[in-house]
């Protein structure tokens, strides 16, 4: 086999989906999708060989099969995690076919690249400077490593100091931390925080942070719900993400108004608020902007 077939094409993306799916909105890594869908679907030797460099040639190709569904708006990829759309799952129970599948995401993008309907894309096949060469693909790659350096770099972080790290977010975004926890027992409480600098204004905002490897339960947002008075609101701020019993909890409750932040919320906000950080805060976790040209954006 020289290449990788439009049905095969097919037939990977759409395992993609049915993974992405029942990952629910916190989809899920690129690298950890990928592996994902080798495992369901098997490689063929084709597939399983290496380029120069070392990297698996089903990595690459399923990238790439990725773009047009990506541009015709049923995939996201977002600094190296990937969703899928409703849009793009409503097209995944419908065209059952994996031939046709692909052949419509390509009409979608090629109507997107053109501003009108055009022939779709053919499939890829084994011409190894093609996809190295692609940017889209080096664009993915280079977001995902440092993706992976900056979570590696919170959760390798000591507790204490990514409290603070917490707390100098809370203040870049315009609150007031009126207290941090010390070491030792906190009571389940680790930030208090006002909107306003004499904390006189409610509601009064308690926070607890987990630098977690593994997800929140739904017992630990409870417990911290009952942390909280009729005048304050939580805010729980974990590396390890929450699991869907801890966000239904949250959604559900109707005494306590309680925000979940995870790993990639964390990010995002640290980033939108990075210029108003204190010069401490931005050393806990120093970031700089590169720049890629973008065209097909």
Excluded: C
């Excluded at 009571?187 to 600098?197: C, E, H, Q, S």
């Amino acid at each position: 086999m020289s290449g990788t077939s439009w049905k095969r094409n097919g037939e990977l993306v759409q395992a993609l989906f049915d993974i992405l799916h029942d990952q629910g909105i916190d989809g899920m890594p690129a690298g950890e999708s990928i592996r994902a869908v080798a495992k369901r679907v098997g490689l063929t030797d084709f597939e399983a060989g290496h380029y120069n460099d070392g990297t698996r040639r089903f990595d690459k190709l399923l990238r790439f099969a990725t773009i047009a569904p990506v541009k015709a708006g049923w995939i996201v990829k977002d600094s190296g995690q990937w969703y899928v759309t409703e849009e793009g799952w409503q097209a995944r129970r419908k065209i059952k076919d994996p031939l046709e599948f692909t052949r419509r995401a390509s009409e979608l993008y090629q109507s997107w690249k053109k501003g009108q309907p055009a022939t779709p894309v053919g499939p890829v096949t084994d011409d190894e400077e093609a996809v190295e060469g692609s940017a889209v693909i080096v664009l993915e790659a280079a977001e995902e490593q440092a993706r992976a350096q900056i979570e590696q770099h919170l959760k390798a972080m000591n507790p204490y100091e990514f409290q603070f790290l917490v707390a100098d977010l809370l203040a870049a975004m315009g609150y007031h931390v009126s207290w941090i926890a010390p070491p030792g027992k906190d009571d389940g409480v680790d930030i208090i925080a006002f909107a306003d600098p004499l904390g006189m204004r409610p509601p009064r905002i308690k926070v607890q942070v987990k630098r977690y490897d593994k997800p929140v339960v739904v017992g630990d947002v409870s417990a911290f719900m009952g942390n909280l008075g009729a005048d304050e609101v939580g805010l729980f701020v974990s590396t390890g993400n929450f699991t869907k019993d801890a966000e239904q909890k949250v959604r559900t409750d109707k005494q306590h108004r309680v925000t979940l932040i995870g790993m990639d919320a964390l990010i995002k906000l640290w980033v939108q608020h990075y210029e108003k950080l204190g010069q401490e805060g931005k050393l806990r976790l120093p970031l700089r902007p590169v720049y890629f040209l973008a065209l097909e954006q």
